[in-house]
T-cell receptor, first 113, second 113 residues
Framework: EAGVTQFPSHSVIEKGQTVTLRCDPI?????LYWYRRVMGKEIKFLLH????????ESGMPNNRFLAERTGGTYSTLKVQPAELEDSGVYFC???????????FGDGTRLSIL | QKEVEQNSGPLSVPEGAIASLNCTYS??????FFWYRQYSGKSPELIMS????GDKEDGRFTAQLNKASQYVSLLIRDSQPSDSATYLC?????????????FGKGNQVVVIP
């Protein structure tokens, strides 16, 4: 069984540009989560999809971040325009049911110059 | 007060010894608790989940939960060099159907051959 896959593994962009991160959850997992770890801090929750619906987006930092999960399969997280403080590692996780353990991808390391 | 705290600094243990990691959490309503292991540049990998008070053993790992004290711990017996990694404590903050994980900053474990 393939795990959670994320693309790209690393992205370097300039401040003001747009970046889109992609996450493919484990097949059959309805629940998809985005998390972020900025330098020196703990991993923080961003949002939670159940199928194509946003169940909880309380962790999204501001309206420069847009997450979608059309069709309830893969998800994208777009940052537009990127700011310096957006640098960090963005993790995606999925679970079969909401209260089941979450399985993580390797993350996308985002560097804003 | 942080949602999840892992206060210990890097932990060095000789090969074959027991590594002990501790974690406290603030939300008394939390029901699900997890330990993840993360190698540098890789995904957090689930190694233990625990849901009720007491001990849970899986191979060389033992998780301990005390909800009254809001305390979770992880013991690694017969530590091996391959156990050298960062260990993350995570608590599922399940409220109103929403499920998100709150993480501690992690403890780095170094097993010395």
């Amino acid at each position: 069984e393939a795990g959670v896959t994320q693309f790209p593994s690393h992205s370097v962009i300039e401040k003001g540009q747009t970046v889109t991160l992609r996450c493919d959850p484990i097949s059959g997992h309805d629940n998809l989560y985005w998390y972020r770890r900025v330098m020196g801090k703990e991993i923080k929750f961003l949002l939670h999809f159940v199928k194509e619906s946003k169940q909880d987006e309380s962790g999204m930092p501001n309206n420069r971040f847009l997450a979608e999960r059309t069709g309830g399969t893969y998800s994208t997280l777009k940052v537009q325009p990127a700011e310096l403080e957006d640098s960090g590692v963005y993790f995606c996780a999925s679970s079969q049911a909401g209260n089941q353990p979450q399985h993580f991808g390797d993350g996308t390391r985002l560097s804003i110059l | 007060q942080k949602e999840v705290e892992q206060n210990s600094g890097p932990l060095s243990v000789p090969e074959g010894a027991i590594a002990s990691l501790n974690c406290t959490y603030s939300d008394r309503g939390s029901q699900s608790f997890f330990w993840y292991r993360q190698y540098s540049g890789k995904s957090p990998e689930l190694i233990m989940s625990i849901y009720s008070n007491g001990d849970k053993e899986d191979g060389r790992f033992t998780a301990q939960l005390n909800k009254a004290s809001q305390y979770v711990s992880l013991l690694i017996r017969d530590s091996q060099p391959s156990d050298s990694a960062t260990y993350l404590c995570a608590v599922n903050l399940s409220r109103g159907g929403n499920n998100r994980l709150a993480f501690g900053k992690g403890n780095q474990v170094v097993v010395i051959p």
